[in-house]
């Protein structure tokens, strides 16, 4: 089973090949993040703790927003659109 550390290494390689790309901004959606790291769709996933920790990378002030999102907050079309590259304090 993923466990919190892997999807927070994957989000950050894929806010980090956005960064490589020349892009501003990238949206990662949970169900994309989910399946990079694995084990979804499946009776195994740990879509809640996805999302969570999408959330805990979310800065507002920095310009992060949530596009959209399931209706209990935690499902595979949370998508988040992060500013890249991330500020050097978080």
Request: proline share 10%.
């Amino acid at each position: 089973m993923p466990t919190r550390e892997e999807f927070k290494m994957e989000l950050h390689r894929m806010m980090y090949e956005a960064m490589q790309q020349g892009r501003g901004t990238v949206e990662i959606s949970s169900g994309e993040l989910h399946r990079r790291v694995g084990d979804y769709p499946g009776p195994n996933h740990r879509m809640p703790m996805c999302c969570l920790v999408m959330r805990e990378a979310l800065i507002p002030d920095y310009g992060d927003v949530v596009i959209d999102e399931p209706p209990s907050g935690q499902g595979a079309t949370l998508i988040i659109r992060y500013v890249v590259p991330r500020p050097e304090a978080h």
